[in-house]
């Protein structure tokens, strides 16, 4: 039996609202399977065709929050399936439970908050447990706030990373962005408002004059863009009052070989120009880079100008 759907879209401006309607001329059952299938991360405009009949046939919907998600589904017209809870702290215990409502001819769509289910979000484990048992995984393409980052920063696109979430604890973090240093794929990294203060000031001290592009609020109505140095990106949050608000993605510009950075870290640094003082350039060199694991040019380099610095006696 064919599937035939004549879909409506209606969007109220004024309202920010958005919804796709759909007339049943013949339906059938939707196939088991797991879809991941992602939603909008702020305009309700970017939800697919496709992700929503994927969610009007669904027998069960697992949601990273259910009380995030009904509304969003509700807008849809989406009111039918089973809405599961299913989020970091469960996905161990519920991943099974899928996995078997899967093989007894159930379909199961995954969504997260907002945007691409795994993407930071949960899911890998009950992929990797379907895919284990032979279940059919069916990925939808959708909204992903890395790649909205991405597309807008006007960095180097033919090679990337994405970083997800940095490390809270203060020597994590550093010693993570002190790894990323001389990374030559542009990098991507999620943050929260809460903790981007406190992140802005370390990306200062790692990478310096690094250009940076941090997106705010993106596809929503007061959708932000900082395009800066990391340096001086503190500086900018700081002086913005809206700063604090919305999920923010920052978007690194590459280590270029060619650019004068130095890989030398602010703690080594700071080792070394208290060994200059006292020791033989090479010396005090040679301790830091066993130290701190740098290359042994960079920190000499670094030694040597940290001896110009110095006053004569």
């Known amino acids: 039996m064919l599937l035939l759907y004549t879909l409506m879209i209606c969007f109220d401006s004024d309202n920010q609202s958005f919804g796709i309607f759909g007339k049943e001329v013949c339906m059938e059952e939707l196939e088991p399977a797991l879809y991941i299938v992602p939603t909008p991360i702020g305009n309700m405009e970017d939800i697919t065709f496709r992700a929503v009949r994927i969610l009007k046939e669904a027998r069960i919907i697992c949601a990273e929050d259910t009380r995030h998600s009904r ?53 890998y484990h009950l992929v990797v447990d379907c895919v284990n048992a032979g279940i059919r995984v069916v990925p939808l393409p959708g909204p992903c706030a890395a790649i ?35 990374e ?68 690194l510009y590459p280590w270029r070989p060619d650019s004068g950075e130095t890989a030398v870290s602010d703690e080594a640094r700071r080792l070394l120009r208290l060994l200059v003082a006292e020791l033989p350039v090479k010396k005090a060199a040679r301790i830091v880079s066993e130290t701190f694991g740098c290359s042994k040019n960079d920190v000499y380099r670094e030694a040597l100008a940290l001896q110009k610095e110095e006053p004569e006696s």
């Open 71 to 123: 509304p969003l589904l509700e807008q849809l017209g989406v009111t039918s399936p089973v809405l599961e809870s299913f989020h970091d702290h469960n996905e161990t215990e519920k991943a099974a439970r899928v996995r078997n409502w899967i093989q007894e001819g159930k379909s199961v769509a995954l969504i997260s908050d907002a945007g691409t289910p795994l993407i930071s979000d949960p899911g």
């Open 148 to 182: 909205t980052a991405l597309e807008a920063a006007g960095f180097p696109t033919d090679r990337f990373c994405f970083e997800g979430f940095l490390p809270v604890r203060e020597k994590a973090l550093y010693d993570r962005l002190e790894e990323l240093r001389h």
């Open 184 to 251: 030559t794929r542009t990098m991507v990294f999620y943050e929260t408002p809460r903790r981007m203060p406190d992140t802005a000031v370390a990306l200062g001290r790692v990478f310096g004059d690094r250009e940076i592009v941090v997106g705010r609020e993106m596809t929503k109505t007061f959708e932000t863009f900082y395009r800066t140095t990391c340096k001086k990106l503190s500086g900018i949050l700081a002086n913005d009052v809206n700063s604090g608000r919305g999920e923010m993605v920052a978007v």
